[in-house]
């Protein structure tokens, strides 16, 4: 029950952030998308993957399509590499096959959790729990944001450097949310519980 409040939480909070972020007609080098992800959510992925790679030299992709379009997701990450220069990574969803993937270049596995960040577990994945808790392109945007700001943070803080533009913050609200939600939750059974039993003395 925690784990589901926290990614119900986590993505009320990710949407209100959608909702005021400005919204800009710019080039998004680091974001490939079609009509399945908000523009705010790319205009924000884009702000972060330029602050990472000025200060790291990686570049992070977001590739989210509607549809591979029979194309296995690994050979489209493969094709899309081919053209860049390592270290790089790929942050890839194709909704329709419900696939999602991180391909990156030799070496940079180091440097954050793939396993953890695909995991379908709410306590420990960071986009399918949230991909997953709403019906198709109403939680893309927000399991998005939130894989790649983790994404970017990971590969940040292995390299020891602090990202303006990080979205990090929204998880430890999100946690503090949760815990006020679980306690909150928690005391009311607990008042319940009292109020019936004096009730029944009486």
């Known amino acids: 029950m925690t784990s589901m409040l926290h990614v119900k939480a986590k ?5 209100c952030l959608l909702l005021i972020t400005p919204l800009f ?39 989210a399509k509607k549809s591979g379009e029979g194309e296995e997701i690994l050979s489209y990450e493969k094709r899309f590499a081919q053209t860049l220069t390592p270290p790089y990574a790929i942050l ?3 909704l329709e096959e419900k696939k999602v993937d991180i391909y990156h270049s030799s070496g940079l596995e180091k440097e954050f959790d793939k ?16 991909l997953t808790n709403k019906k ?9 944001l ?21 979205i990090g913050n929204a998880n430890k609200t999100t946690i503090s949310v949760v815990r ?5 939750f928690v005391g009311s059974l607990i008042l319940l519980v009292i109020i019936r039993r004096i009730r029944n003395r009486g």
Do not use: C, H
Not at 180 to 184: D, F, I, K, M
């Open 115 to 130: 396993d953890a960040m695909l995991s379908p577990m709410p306590w420990k994945g960071t986009i399918i729990p949230l």
């Open 146 to 166: 939130n894989g790649y700001g983790d994404l970017v943070d990971q590969i940040a803080g292995y390299r020891k450097i602090t990202l303006e533009s990080s």
């Open 25 to 63: 007609s710019l080039a998004k080098e680091y974001v490939i998308y079609d009509d399945i992800l908000d523009e705010r959510a790319a205009v924000k992925i884009q702000e972060m993957g330029e602050e990472l790679y000025q200060k790291s030299g990686v570049k992070v992709f977001l590739v």
């Open 92 to 94: 890839t969803l194709f």
């Open 180 to 184: 006020l939600l679980v306690y909150g």
């Open 11 to 15: 993505g009320i909070f990710l949407f």
């Open 136 to 144: 198709k392109e109403v939680g893309v945007s927000p399991a998005l």
